[in-house]
Structures are given as C-alpha cells and as structure tokens.
C-alpha cells in the first residue's frame, strides 16, 4: 500500500455525517497511525466534491481547522478533490474546461486556508453529465 486516503467526499452527506472539525480529527489519527505503522505511505486527505457553493464552502471549513494547535495540513502529505461539474451549464454541457473552473476555485480555497503551495493536489475522480446529489 503506497497510500491511505483519510476518508471519501466528507463534504457529501451521504458519505460524513460529522463536523469539519471531526473530520480534521480523523486526519490527525490517520497521519499518527500511517507514522507509526507505516511511515513510508502517503497519507491522502478527503477528497472534497466541489460542485455545489455548500460543498465548497465545506471544502474551506474543513481546510480552516486546527487540531492539537496546528493547521489540519499538516496532518496530510496531498490534498484531493473531486472535480464533478454541473450535467449542463445554460444550454451546453459541462465539460472539462468547468473541472478546470472548479479547481481554480480549490486553489483559491486553499490558499485562503493557508495550505502551503507545496502541497500536491490530486483530483482523485472526475465524470461529466452526472445530475446533482444532495450536498
């Protein structure tokens, strides 16, 4: 196993019925146990939807926290996300010129969070024309 992935889409109510903090939390078990069972692997943070304004806003929630005094960051080696645009956006579908719109955003998010620049980002799925779910 090269790396373990915190949690899917925390940000989707179907998946994480806690708190962006709880979350943060279960960041810092995941990076504490990887250390010391296998310090080798890559600890993934949750990958965040981020089609919906509430799943972003999540998505910075969660990148806001602070667990034992510092940022959950720290607590993970790559950042994920995933990158689902709308089914349709006017008359036309979307595509992946909005996946890349969508992660302009993340990268917005991130920055304001505080998340260094350095720390890689994985977009871990994609699809296109998929209808909205409840966020």
Do not use: C
């Not at 919906?52 to 996300?81: I, M, T």
């Not at 969508?102 to 350095?118: D, K």
């Amino acid at each position: 196993i090269s790396s373990y992935q915190v949690w899917n889409e925390g940000n989707v109510r179907t998946f994480w019925t806690g708190t962006p903090h709880q979350l943060a939390e279960l960041t810092r078990v995941v990076y504490n146990v990887r250390d010391q069972v296998d310090p080798a692997a890559t600890v993934v943070a949750p990958p965040f939807a981020m089609r919906l304004p509430g799943q972003r806003a999540w998505f910075s929630q969660y990148q806001e926290q602070r667990v034992g005094g510092k940022p959950v960051s720290h607590f993970y080696d790559v950042n994920a996300v995933s990158l689902y645009p709308k089914a349709t956006y006017g008359d036309r579908v979307g595509g992946p010129e909005d996946a890349m719109a969508l992660l302009g955003n993340v990268h917005r998010r991130l920055a304001a969070a505080g998340v260094p620049r350095s720390k890689p980002l994985w977009a871990t799925e994609i699809n296109y024309g998929r209808q909205a779910v409840a966020p």
